[in-house]
């Protein structure tokens, strides 16, 4: 599986942007899709993911400003960003994983990782 993230770039605080992420290859059974952030000097941190059924998980940060949705028939999964921070800047990481059940917040719990989209919040 390859994933292929988009849609970062540079933006106000209180702009929106869109990520999108491209899954190609082995993607029949790819059950969990979703987003990792990690900024300068800080550890990866979850985003927010989507399964295949439709259930949905935020990081407590993204509660309120991010939504992710998922389209299956285009194995796609994006991640929309409004009310963006300065601390928001990041490079944000598409992720996936075949496991049905998985551990939201723990990076080894996925399988694939994409190369990453950066996004830049100036105050």
């Known amino acids: 599986v390859q994933l292929q993230a988009s849609g970062g770039g540079l933006v106000q605080a209180g702009e929106s942007l869109r990520l999108s992420c491209r899954a190609s290859?082995?993607?029949?059974?790819?059950?969990?899709m979703g987003w990792y952030r990690q900024a300068p000097g800080k550890q990866r941190e979850f985003v927010a993911g989507?399964?295949?059924?439709?259930?949905?998980k935020y990081g407590d940060f993204a509660k309120g400003r991010f939504t992710i949705s998922r389209d299956n028939a285009k194995n796609t999964v994006y991640l929309q960003m409004d009310s963006l921070k300065p601390e928001d800047t990041a490079v944000y990481y598409c992720?996936?994983?075949?496991?049905?059940?998985?551990?939201?917040?723990?990076?080894?719990?996925?399988?694939?990782w994409g190369q990453g989209t950066l996004v830049t919040v100036s105050s």
């Open positions: 989507c399964t295949l059924g439709g259930v949905k």
């Open positions: 992720t996936a994983t075949y496991a049905r059940r998985v551990e939201w917040t723990v990076t080894g719990s996925y399988d694939f």
């Open positions: 290859g082995r993607i029949l059974s790819l059950n969990t």
